[in-house]
């Protein structure tokens, strides 16, 4: 059964580094999101990307924050200058379009931001 | 402020019973309906989707709207221990592209 895949699976990093979480959607798949869920808290939408452009954003998606499709597999989310309140489990998610609305979500990475 | 409210839990069930989740959501025009499933340090698993007023059934689950209620629940029929689990109720609002999610419920599903 096809899967999102994302990597790596935990990244560690200092405040103020820039990080590229990366992710590879289901095949065929036309909608693309990133979503984070900081520890004990409430999975939160930050971004949607369809036809190589955002779609949708959070408050949360500010300029630290950018998403790109550098080939036609790739789906990536970079922190540009992290911070400790950064930390946290991103998901990226994917959904066919094709008459159907269900999102499926990646394994994750836990960011941790020291 | 668009929301989605759960009760956090847990919510403990003998081992064969039905477990009745359930959840409510502000926007009155949301379109799409979702739960998943969430076990800890992993991430969320879908299980139900539901559209249209009424019942859906899959197997186990069978999940319940009422759009004039604004409400949606879940049942897990026959629960099982590998059914704790914390479950996360999801609303898509029309026009939008994002999920708003609730903070789940966690089901402990006693043997």
């Known amino acids: 059964e096809p899967e999102v895949t994302q990597t790596p699976s935990h990244q560690v990093t200092q405040m103020g580094q820039e990080v590229i979480l990366r992710c590879v959607p289901i095949s065929n798949h036309l909608y693309f999101y990133w979503y984070r869920q900081i520890l004990g808290q409430k999975v939160e939408f930050l971004v949607s990307?369809?036809?190589?452009?955002?779609?949708?954003k959070s408050e949360i998606f500010d300029d630290q924050f950018s998403v790109e499709r550098p080939d036609g597999s790739n789906f990536t989310l970079k922190i540009r200058s992290t911070k400790l309140e950064d930390s946290a489990m991103y998901f990226c998610?994917?959904?066919?379009?094709?008459?159907?609305?269900?999102?499926?979500f990646g394994p994750g990475t836990r960011l941790t931001v020291l | 402020q668009k929301e989605v409210e759960q009760n956090s839990g847990p919510l403990s069930v003998p081992e064969g019973a039905i477990a009745s989740l359930n959840c409510t959501y502000s926007d009155r025009v949301s379109q799409s309906f979702f739960w998943y499933r969430q076990y800890s340090g992993k991430s969320p698993e879908l299980i139900m989707s539901i559209y249209s007023n009424g019942d859906k059934e899959d197997g186990r689950f069978t999940a319940q709207l009422n759009k004039a209620s604004q409400y949606v629940s879940l049942l897990i029929r026959d629960s099982q221990p590998s059914d704790s689990a914390t479950y996360l109720c999801?609303?898509?609002?029309?026009?939008?592209?994002?999920?708003?999610f609730g903070s789940g419920t966690r089901l402990q599903v006693q043997p």
């Open positions: 999801a609303v898509r609002g029309t026009g939008r592209r994002a999920l708003t």
């Open positions: 998610a994917s959904k066919s379009g094709l008459n159907q609305d269900e999102q499926f």
């Open positions: 990307f369809y036809n190589n452009e955002i779609s949708e």
